[in-house]
């Protein structure tokens, strides 16, 4: 056990030698003063367990030294000692905080007794003081790991779950940065996403500090990352940055596959992670292993959902090679518009599904007639005209996850009019939804602007079957606003028209058209 430093108070040389030689024939460090002021400098530089003070000292007497060192360091153990013929209370000298009380004279053994009985008392102390810390600590620890198996487990969007988590370990590490990265065990390599940023970062598995955990699950805790041979230090060098200590753990799943590495970087106040430290972001890795996993399951059961639904609207378009890509462009311009009017995350969903599938019911329409080159009769027309019934039957059949559910109706409202004047169901504006509104005016607009196979008219005038000029087809939603199509959805597109031509420049439209309209629209904006 470490030895307890002493400080002896006293004026007498003679009692003070006879402590001095009973303290270090003891075996521990003792440190001598004369008075009061004496003792406070000496523990200005000097850290002491136990004070052994007379009580009459000149000056400042030894219970107002007691007081003074007991306000700034609370954990000392003081003995005080009475002077010859001076009648202190035992009572009021333990009161003041004393741990013992000593009257003169006094033999050596009496001394020593007392000595080792409140060591003893102090070093109880000190063990009760350090397990209410520990316990503390480890309450605040549970407290930290239960919060964040809360937050994590509620979050199912991987860029969400990764700014999450990577804001709260840094909180609970007290670290400067936290990287967060999962393995892609097929490409040998490890990949994050970076804040504001869509592209995600890969690294080769084995590679630098992260690299090297994900391949062999060892725990890396390193004072200096500049010590490391393999540390990259071009990232530090770049973003004017110093990576010191780092700690870097592997993340596995339930199975006990490492799935991802949690790295947390340089611990505030210069100093490095301990193992406690250790200790606490193996826990966290823990709830971060659940949580990632079920998002990334959750992210690839999204993708297998889109991509099947994006090749059925593929396959729905092919039907005619003038239609192909119709329902994607619609997709891109009711999503633009959907932007611009602020929608939330879910009703964007809500229609990209119904946009991508709007007219899926052509399935139903036979072939001489939606392949029909040339104007419809009438007959033919009101067959043409039953796709968006065709479109809600087919897509009720769907089983669409809850915050899908409105998908076959905005997808079977897309011919609907705001004057109550489209078809199938004569909705007015009122009644029609928003998806459906917006639907309306990207899929106008796409028809106008494509290539078809029956010519196009504009106010009663027959048209060729090319691309209707942009200026025109801007002016047929113009004029048509508040009859065909609803006044803010138009406003809408027309903002973000720049936008959606800039996305299709050289691909669905010559790059002449597109810059002969920005022209007029947004000079800024030409390439
Ligand atoms: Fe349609
Ligand atoms: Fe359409």
Redesign the pocket.
């Known amino acids: 056990m470490e030895l307890e430093r002493i400080l002896i108070v006293e004026n007498d040389v003679s009692d003070r030698d006879k402590m001095v030689e009973a303290v270090t024939s003891m075996g521990h460090k003792c440190l001598v003063a004369r008075d009061g002021l004496d003792a406070l400098e000496l523990l200005v530089t000097n850290r002491v367990d136990l004070i052994i003070s007379s009580i009459n000292l000149p000056g400042m007497d030894g219970l107002a030294l007691m007081s003074r060192v007991l306000e700034v360091m609370p954990e000392t153990a003081f003995i005080m000692i009475a002077g010859y013929g001076r009648d202190y209370s035992y009572e009021k000298v333990i009161g003041a905080g004393a741990g013992d009380f000593i009257k003169k004279p006094f033999t050596t053994q009496e001394f020593k007794n007392k000595l080792k009985r409140v060591l003893s008392q102090r070093r109880l102390e000190e063990e009760n003081r350090r397990l209410l810390k520990a316990q503390a600590s480890l309450n605040e620890r549970l407290a930290t790991i239960l919060a964040m198996a809360t937050d994590l487990t509620s979050e199912l969007d991987v860029d969400r779950l990764f700014q999450l988590i990577i804001g709260k370990v840094t909180e609970a590490m007290a670290a400067e940065r936290t990287s967060l990265y999962v393995i892609d065990w097929d490409n040998e390599e490890i990949w994050t996403k970076v804040a504001e940023q869509v592209e995600q970062i890969r690294l080769p598995l084995g590679e630098g500090i992260s690299g090297r955990v994900a391949k062999t699950g060892e725990t890396i805790n390193i004072p200096d990352a500049w010590d490391l041979p393999y540390f990259n230090r071009d990232f530090d060098r770049r973003h004017n940055f110093r990576t010191r200590s780092v700690l870097c753990l592997p993340i596995r799943n339930q199975q006990g596959g490492t799935i991802g590495v949690i790295q947390v970087i340089n611990k505030k106040g210069g100093e490095i992670f301990a193992l406690e430290d250790e200790a606490l972001l193996k826990s966290l890795s823990a709830q971060v292993g659940i949580a990632l996993e079920n998002s990334l399951l959750h992210e690839e059961l999204k993708l297998s959902f889109d991509s099947s639904i994006r090749a059925l609207s593929a396959t729905v378009d092919a039907r005619h090679p003038l239609t192909a890509g119709h329902s994607q462009r619609v997709t891109e311009y009711a999503l633009m518009i959907g932007e611009e009017l602020n929608l939330s995350e879910d009703d964007l969903e809500v229609l990209k599904y119904a946009a991508l599938l709007?007219?899926i019911g052509k399935i139903g329409i036979r072939d001489e007639v939606l392949l029909k080159n040339g104007s419809f009769t009438s007959e033919e027309r009101r067959e043409m005209n039953t796709?968006?019934e065709k479109t809600k039957k087919i897509l009720e059949n769907f089983h669409f996850p809850r915050s899908l559910n409105r998908v076959p109706e905005t997808a079977a409202h897309?011919?609907e009019k705001v004057n109550g004047e489209g078809y199938p169901d004569g909705l007015t504006g009122d009644e029609m939804n928003l998806g459906s509104k917006i639907l309306a005016a990207a899929?106008v607009f796409d028809a106008l602007t494509s290539r078809r196979d029956y010519p196009k008219y504009c106010n009663g005038e027959k048209m060729d079957c090319e691309p209707m000029p942009l200026e025109r087809a801007v002016n047929i939603l113009k004029k048509d606003a508040g009859s065909h199509f609803d006044v803010d959805v138009v406003e809408a597109f027309l903002r973000c028209l720049p936008r959606a031509l800039l996305h299709y420049r050289g691909n669905h439209f010559p790059e002449e058209y597109v810059d002969q309209m920005l022209r007029q629209l947004a000079p800024d904006r030409l390439p």
């Open positions: 709007h007219d796709h968006p897309h011919h899929d």
